[in-house]
């Protein structure tokens, strides 16, 4: 399982259409679990969002591009196969 953990807050169009891509993402991908979390709901620190975090890592902060995420997800996937 690949684990995708946004945080956001409210009026933020970034983070908008970065949950919206990831929704998207983890549709097409069972193998992918979502969790959106507003940083006002949460006692982790995080001054800058969206922030993306991987498998419990960060990811990126701010806009995310697609394609580069989708090319470290298979990464991720191939490395928990072998």
Known sequence: MIKLCVYVTNNCNAC???VEMLKELSTSDPAIHLSVINVKDTSKRVSIVPAVFLNE??????E???SALKIKINQISE????
């Open 79 to 82: 490395s928990n196969h072998n």
């Open 64 to 66: 995310v591009k697609r």
């Open 57 to 62: 890592k960060l990811y990126s902060l701010g």
């Open 16 to 18: 908008k259409r970065v």
